[in-house]
């Protein structure tokens, strides 16, 4: 399981600045954090109208990852937070 392509894939053609785009996975044994980079321009974009899109791609991703007996968890980087 790829979670790093596929979120390449599917959030790669609706960025206006996709060269800013980066997935770092992190984690050893069942677990795995995903965390996702972006232009702050292109924040709302990966969020989505009321948070429907990340929550959606976090879905997707547990969902995957209960598949491979992973727990895996995804979060969009906000700079402003760290």
């Known amino acids: 399981m790829n979670l790093e392509a596929f979120l390449r894939d599917v959030l790669t053609p609706l960025l206006d600045h996709p060269d800013a785009f980066r ?20 924040r709302g974009r990966i969020i989505g109208k009321h948070g429907r ?5 976090r879905t997707l991703c547990k969902t995957a990852g209960e598949k491979a007996g992973l727990v895996v968890d995804l979060e969009l980087y906000d700079e402003d937070e760290a």
């Open 53 to 57: 899109m990340i929550s959606a791609l």
């Open 23 to 42: 997935v770092e996975v992190a984690g050893e044994g069942r677990k795995r954090d995903v965390l996702v980079f972006a232009d702050p321009r292109d």
